[in-house]
């Protein structure tokens, strides 16, 4: 073999080898990504089991006469809009992130405010129904903490992946782009004034 042969053939060998380790963090970078967005998924649709349980629970408790009319109204407009944000796995990024949290929290809210609220009515308290809605939605809620906390894990892995050298050079090459985390609603860290 000639000098120049080797040389071409030593040259081609280490083109393939830099090909191939591209194609292999390139797929890694797909794997990550497609695993954020599964648990995406996961999240939407323990959001979704809660937004279900919702109209049993209004109409369960819609079924007092005496019940304040607005909270039930704040619930179902709460669910209403909590329900209307949607969010592409594609598109998972802070502003539209903390567009679904806010939404997500309102809801928490006004739920919130009808449990206050049911506590003035010991035979609502007494329904079967209703007991078996807030037990389910109580199940609900830590589900969505606990999804919550996937994704984080999920979207912290795949950030540090298209974020660490060499993988952030075919990362940027192929537009793969950060992920927004769920964060804590604002005033959280204040601690609860509680009365007796």
Do not use: C, H
């Amino acid at each position: 073999m000639k000098k120049g042969q080797i040389i071409g053939l030593s040259i081609a060998i280490i083109v393939l080898i830099f090909i191939l380790i591209g194609v292999s963090m390139y797929n890694s970078l797909v794997k990550a990504e497609e695993n954020v967005n599964a648990q995406w998924a996961n999240v939407e649709n323990v959001y979704q089991r809660r937004a279900d349980l919702i109209p049993n629970l209004v109409n369960t408790v819609k079924g007092y006469a005496n019940f304040e009319q607005k909270t039930i109204t704040d619930v179902i407009e709460a669910r209403a809009k909590a329900t209307s944000v949607n969010i592409n796995p594609e598109t998972l990024n802070e502003a539209n992130l903390q567009e679904f949290q806010n939404a997500q929290e309102q809801l928490s809210s006004a739920l919130s405010r009808l449990m206050v609220v049911v506590e003035r009515y010991p035979e609502l308290k007494a329904n079967q129904n209703f007991l078996e809605l807030q037990s389910q939605l109580e199940g609900t809620e830590n589900r969505i903490t606990v999804e919550r906390r996937k994704f984080n894990e999920m979207a912290q892995s795949y950030n540090k992946r298209i974020r660490t050298f060499p993988r952030n050079v075919i990362a940027n090459m192929f537009g793969f782009e950060r992920k927004a985390y769920f964060e804590a609603a604002e005033g959280a860290e204040q601690v609860p004034k509680v009365e007796f």
